[in-house]
């Protein structure tokens, strides 16, 4: 979804360096959603947050902070990198008004770990 | 969360009816039936979603019988292009919109 943007699309970075992966949205969604998928499966949710102020733990949270600077802004951090940390990372919006389950997915962040 | 259980893949041949059926054995009352697109390298995108009995969109329908225990999403005429995963999720608004990704059926549509 072209309103749903993700900087950068692709990183490669050393072991134990600090990482931020950046998403933004013009759909005026209030929720937010950071998954990461590795090869052949499917998506993990790693945070989510359904206001400015609010930020919850998903399924792989560890290793992992975010960052809810604005309602469309939302960033992850990887404080220090590791090579299982090498993965694709998707950004997801929802508005907790509209369609049950709909989310809006951004293009992808290719992380790889050295 | 209620869990799927979705065939791994099927292969297919252009201009043919698909059809993915999915378990959802122990789905609750609040629960609905949504089901992602995704291609190689893309985000998922919504396709369709439903509670019971039939819903169709521009691009499938969803065919959910009397007991919710399991759902089929249909794709009509498939082209080359359709070849991607789908994934079929249950959740509640109770759940807030998070989604649990299994890990959905590679569609393979061969010429």
């Known amino acids: 979804d072209a309103d749903v943007t993700q900087t950068p699309r692709n990183r490669i970075t050393k072991t134990g360096k600090r990482i931020m992966l950046e998403c933004s949205q013009t759909k005026g969604h209030d929720r937010m959603y950071w998954y990461r998928q590795d090869p052949g499966l499917g998506l993990r949710l790693i945070y989510y947050?359904?206001?400015?102020?609010?930020?919850n733990k998903g399924e792989i949270s560890d290793g992992y902070s975010v960052s809810r600077q604005a309602q469309a802004k939302f960033s992850l951090s990887l404080e220090s990198a590791i090579p299982n940390q090498t993965a694709l990372y998707f950004c997801?919006?929802?508005?907790?008004?509209?369609?049950?389950?709909?989310?809006?997915f951004g293009p992808g962040t290719r992380l790889t770990v050295l | 969360l209620a869990k799927t259980t979705q065939p791994i893949s099927m292969d297919s041949y252009e201009g043919q009816e698909v059809n993915i059926t999915c378990s959802h054995n122990?789905?609750?009352?609040?629960?609905?039936i949504t089901w992602y697109q995704q291609f190689p390298s893309q985000g998922p995108r919504f396709i369709i979603q439903?509670?019971?009995t039939k819903v169709t969109n521009e691009v499938a329908s969803l065919f959910i019988p009397a007991d919710r225990k399991s759902s089929t999403l249909s794709l009509p005429r498939v082209s080359l292009s359709d070849t991607a995963v789908y994934y079929c999720?249950?959740?509640?608004?109770?759940?807030?919109?998070?989604?649990?990704f299994g890990g959905g059926t590679r569609v393979l549509v061969k010429p």
């Open positions: 122990n789905i609750a009352t609040n629960d609905y």
């Open positions: 999720l249950v959740a509640s608004r109770a759940a807030g919109n998070k989604l649990t």
């Open positions: 947050s359904f206001d400015v102020k609010d930020i």
């Open positions: 997801a919006t929802s508005d907790s008004q509209l369609s049950q389950n709909e989310q809006f």
């Open positions: 439903g509670y019971k």
